[in-house]
């Protein structure tokens, strides 16, 4: 019978090379994709997903920052994408995880109205199209060229039309409020 400390570091070894084979043996999630129906909408960029194993997923949405709850039009981006995603079926492509364990990336939605037509509607690039929300520039180098450049028209021109928040002159990006309050400051509400 080998010594504790032995058996100890065989079991661990075991152990490692099982999960490591169920790991290895778990089939891809399609390239970093995930269908399912919105369960929640936690504000104006984050949503839960429930997936057809009924695994719920936290899903922040890629390339927009929308205004925070608290914060001014913080309520309507929240309505907004309620209205755009609750309940329906949606397609997320991305697998990158943030710091607060949410999958990152474009979701996909149908038209409304027509619940067998592929998702195809960006409900990020809704959000800015509505004035709802700000091109998260600090992480535009993941987004493919031609989908940052039509979320930047698409800031662009809910500015120019004054868009949601964009009728506000003095509207904080949330990375801004969110700053002002970590520091301890009193945001503009």
Not at 15 to 33: I, S
Not at 51 to 56: A, E, F, G, Q, V
């Amino acid at each position: 019978m080998p010594p504790p400390d032995r058996l100890r570091t065989i079991r661990r070894a075991v152990a490692c090379g099982f999960a490591a084979l169920l790991w290895l043996a778990a089939p891809p999630a399609a390239a970093g994709t995930l269908e399912g129906r919105v369960i929640h909408v936690a504000d104006g960029d984050t949503l839960t997903v429930l997936d057809s194993n009924r695994l719920t997923h936290k899903v922040r949405i890629a390339g927009i920052d929308a205004p925070e709850r608290g914060q001014p039009f913080g309520r309507r981006a929240q309505e907004t994408l309620a209205a755009l995603a609750w309940n329906r079926q949606v397609l997320v492509s991305g697998k990158k995880i943030d710091r607060y364990w949410r999958r990152v990336g474009i979701v996909r939605v149908a038209p409304p109205g027509c619940d067998d037509c592929p998702p195809a509607i960006d409900i990020g690039l809704s959000m800015l199209d509505a004035g709802l929300a700000w091109h998260y520039r600090a992480y535009e180098r993941e987004q493919p060229a031609a989908e940052r450049e039509n979320y930047r028209r698409a800031e662009s021109a809910a500015r120019t039309a004054q868009l949601g928040l964009w009728a506000d002159a003095a509207a904080m990006p949330p990375w801004d409020w969110r700053q002002v309050r970590r520091a301890g400051g009193a945001a503009r509400q």
